[in-house]
């Protein structure tokens, strides 16, 4: 049984569960698929806030990629010295900031004032065993 393009956009409401994931290879291909999601979506009168979320995710990450590849950034450096703050040898209860770990970068001599860097410090900071975002330049890390 074959159902018409229209009547699979017509079953879509609201909320569509969508999932990226940013660290993809095929970022290219995903970008395309979802431009052209969106305009068959914008065709039907459908909403499409969350193509444009996630639209937007993408193209900031690969502004990450460029700046990493252009200023030769060492990614697993950065790393080590993150995982060297004294916060996440011996985490506690309360979230640390971000601003709290560039400066502590900026004090290891690490420079800060490439464009998009706290962008790359963040994607550098959830890439951490056991860390998680609790919020905007908030991270928690459970204890053992």
């Not at 200023?71 to 004294?86: A, C, G, M, Q």
Request: net charge positive.
């Amino acid at each position: 049984m074959q159902i018409s393009l229209s009547d699979l956009v017509d079953s879509c409401n609201e909320d569509i569960p969508l999932y990226l994931d940013t660290c993809d290879n095929f970022v290219d291909n995903e970008l395309k698929f979802l431009k052209d999601l969106k305009k068959l979506l914008k065709d039907y009168n459908k909403p499409i806030h969350k193509i444009d979320y996630l639209i937007s995710e993408l193209e900031r990450n690969k502004d990450c990629e460029n700046v990493i590849r252009i200023f030769d950034i060492d990614k697993n450096s950065i790393k080590k010295k993150i995982e060297k703050h004294p916060y996440f040898k011996n985490p506690c209860d309360y979230p640390i900031r971000l601003v709290t770990i560039m400066k502590y970068l900026k004090k290891k001599g690490v420079n800060i004032k490439y464009k998009d860097m706290d962008l790359i410090v963040d994607q550098l900071i959830q890439e951490i065993d056991g860390v998680k975002k609790v919020g905007d330049g908030m991270y928690l890390k459970k204890t053992n």
